[in-house]
């Protein structure tokens, strides 16, 4: 049998979106907080994934569960236990789901049994806990295969997918082929957007539910300009002085610290000022980000008759701290070749930064001051998910300039929310976008007011455990 972990989850009354959502906002969310404590009362709500640490799946439990303990209901994290094989056969099932080839070994028969014994050691692991009536939430592929004997004990078990393609293809249809047979009895399956729900599922109802951020982490929480001015210029991001305010951030237990790394930033001569309109795109490392043909496409609004006077900083995790990631560290280099290659003119106007990674919520702070201090956030991903960084930058009333992909789309609807570039590859269009924005600065507050409120209805904590209030309830049919 395999060590199931129970994770601890705090407690976190709804009362603390009092500052982020309207009354009326704040009474609904109650009420159906009310509601889901009576309807789930004597019963848990499970719910089970692969980490505790790392990852946007653990990031979301942690952040959402403290709410649901709040409100009076039994919910719980549990993470499974597998060994290197098994996250290895897993790893390549999510690229499969991707619609990539991974690291291109078989998935199939044998797969299928290594899959089935980890699985099944778990489930039971955790059945012994689980009664009848209870409902089990089961996270991503890994835990697929525990979804018959919970099921087979009268729980009520929903599984979700965190990640998924608008595309078919082989790869997708064999990682479906592999997990469709252990979903057929469940009573929902969850996607992040409507075109990741795979054809191979025809049993139980799929249901949309976005993912959302957490308006209180680092991350997202508020910060006076000082602050931002005071962390940007303390991170060697932006030059001159800080100012009299003080480069804090609170860390996960509420102490306060001060910044105390820089990130490690490629300049040519000089930082921008304080004063210089920043276009930012902060990314992992990844050729699906784009960054050559964001650095590309800006520096051609340096030129012209009408030059532009802006700077540019491409910012993403140190790549010598991501030690799993060698493929960020590759289009890192690839990145630098081609800013060396730059005019000087240019070259001084682009910042490369590696944001530190020792400490997440310095990180976050960092990340979360620079999306803040932004003229404008691009995302031009040539591929996106669902795009947090759109999200995040959203927040904080960012006028955007993004790629019509993925959970984007989603997100910002074209012209009231942000600027969609239809084809990501068309540099053209992309630059107008930015220039629009950098040139009518009303038109870029009035996108940036609108997306900020687009996320405090559709992106926020609240609605996406509303959500799932609204499943349980029509997964147990009308209260009597
Ligand atoms: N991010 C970060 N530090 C960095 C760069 C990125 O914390 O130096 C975060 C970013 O804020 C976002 C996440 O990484 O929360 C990226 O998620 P997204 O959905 O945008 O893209 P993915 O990396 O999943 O493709």
Redo the contacts with the bound molecule.
Sequence with gaps: MAQIEEVPVGTQSLDRFGTVLGEEALRRAGATAAAARERLAGRTWWNVNSTAQGG?VAEMLRDLLPYVRGAGIDARWVVMEGESTFFRLTKRLHHAIHGSAGDGSPLGADERAAYEAVTRANVDALLPRVRRGDIVLLHDPQTAGMAPPLVEAGATVIWRSHIGTDTANDQTRLAWDLLAPYLTGVAATVFSRAAYVPDALDGAPSVVIAPSIDAFSS?NRDLPDETVRAVLVRAGLVGGTAGSAEATFEAQDDTPRQIEREASVVSHQTLPSWDTPLVVQ???W?P??DPEGVMRGFVTLLDGPDPIDAAMVL????VTAVADDPEGATTFAALLTAWQALPEAHRSRVHLAN?P?AD?HE??T??NALQRHAAIIV?KSLQ???????T?AMWKGRPIVASAVGGIQDQIEDGVHGLLLPDPADLGAYTAALRRLLTDRAEAERLGAQAKERVREEYLGVRHLTQYAELLERLDGPAA
């Design positions: 946007g991350k902060i990314s992992r990844d699906l980000k910012a993403g995790p140190d944001l990674m997440i990180n976050a960092i990340v995302q996106e998910g669902f795009g947090l960084t759109v995040e």
